[in-house]
Every structure is written in C-alpha cells, then in structure tokens.
C-alpha cells in the first residue's frame, strides 16, 4: 500500500539557518510529489511538485526539493530560513492507484518553528 | 490570495442545527474536493466531485450532505452534527488529472456545541 512517512514531528530552527524536512514514501509506481505549506488559521498552500525530469525541484518562497528514487525520499530543503516561514509542512503523493486516483495521500506532517 | 474561497470563515452551530458551507473557485476546475482537518492532523479526504458528479464518498457519515450546484461551486449542507465533527472543514480543487495539484481554500472553522 502506498505511504508517506515524515520522520520529523517538529523541527525548530534558527533564523538564517538551512532547513531540511524529511519525507520518504512507499509506492510501486512513479509517483507524483507535493510539497504543500499551512500557516495557522489557513488553508494549504503548494510549495512544489514533482512529476518527472530534472529531480531538484524548485518552488515558491526559495523552497527546493529532490527526488531520490534509490532511497524513496524527496526532502525539501531551504537555504536561509526567514521567521515567516514557521508553519506546518506537508508532503503527499499520488495518484492513488488501485483505489480512488483523485486521492492524496498525506504525510503526518512537521510543524516548523523558527527562533529569532 | 487564495484562488478557492470558502464560506463563512468561522461556524458554531448546535447539534440539531442545519447549516451550510459554501466553496467556489473560477479557476475552470473540474474536479472539487472535501476534506475533514484535526488540529495537528493531515486533512483527510471526505468526497470528490468530478464533472459535477459524486466520485467518491469515503464512507462519510450521512449527516455530511455534498453537493455540487455547478462546476463552480460546492457546498456541504450538515445536520445534526456531533461534538467530534468540529474541525477545520477545507475545500479545494484541480484539473481533472492526476499530475494536477490540488489548491486548497482557507476553510472554515467548525465548533459543534
């Protein structure tokens, strides 16, 4: 069965310190990949996505993300975290084969905490 | 900004109440989406829409109501909800593919009573 893990609960990190959030998944197929980003009180917002080609992804707000197949990860990664940055990350695949194609499956998520 | 919008922004309501949550977007998606979210959860899947019609229910209780009006609109009508349907109720929407991500509106806040 298709799963996403997100090792990490919660992370806290300095402003201006590099960031690395975790995600490993399990699928027999090539997946699609998604980043997505909740600010408190808000809906979610796609950082990136991953189909296929070029496996270092760039997104929205400096955000990058690459996609090892060897090791099922697609960690994403900042260079410079600013204090707005603080929230919670999810990460997902799809589509959902042998079931409901539509259908994300979400990472448990880690929430970002970022010290002045 | 938020391309999928969704009303209202907060709800309260009683267990015997009928309400309703609206969501729209103008994006030419045809594929709308419900999902349930718990504090520090993911969101989880309630329905689908594709094409205007019910795609998947994932075994929702009946006192979630769908509907589609249009390929602009989603509503969820509630009734008779209980204390563990408070959540942040969360819409969205994407190309009917399954490469297309998904853009989400902000939700509503739901607080049965």
């Known amino acids: 069965a298709q799963s996403v893990t997100q090792p990490d609960i919660h992370i806290t990190v300095s402003e201006g310190a590099s960031l690395e959030l975790r995600c490993n998944y399990s699928y027999g197929a090539t997946p699609y990949l998604f980043w997505y980003v909740q600010s408190p009180g808000q809906g979610l917002q796609l950082l990136l996505k991953y189909f296929s080609g070029d496996t270092l992804v760039q997104g929205i707000k400096g955000f990058e993300a690459e996609f090892k197949r060897s090791q099922s990860s697609f960690n994403l990664r900042k260079p410079s975290v600013h204090w707005s940055d603080a929230a919670e990350y999810f990460c997902?695949?799809?589509?959902?084969?042998?079931?409901?194609?539509?259908?994300?499956?979400f990472g448990t998520g880690t929430l970002l905490a970022v010290q002045p | 900004d938020t391309e999928v919008t969704q009303t209202p922004k907060h709800l309260v309501m009683g267990m015997t109440n009928k309400k309703s949550l609206k969501c729209e977007q103008h994006m030419g998606h045809r594929a709308m989406y419900w999902y349930k979210q718990k504090a520090k959860k993911p969101p989880e899947l309630m329905f689908v829409?594709?094409?205007?019609?019910?795609?998947i229910n994932e075994s929702v209780p009946s006192r979630f109501s769908p509907e589609c009006p249009n390929s602009s609109l989603l509503n969820l009508h509630l009734h008779a909800l209980q204390p563990e349907d408070s959540a942040l109720y969360l819409c969205?929407?994407?190309?009917?593919?399954?490469?297309?991500?998904?853009?989400f509106g902000d939700g509503t806040r739901l607080s049965i009573l």
């Open positions: 969205a929407s994407s190309q009917e593919a399954v490469d297309q991500p998904q853009h």
């Open positions: 997902a695949v799809g589509p959902n084969y042998g079931g409901a194609t539509n259908k994300l499956i």
């Open positions: 829409y594709s094409y205007e019609k019910l795609s």
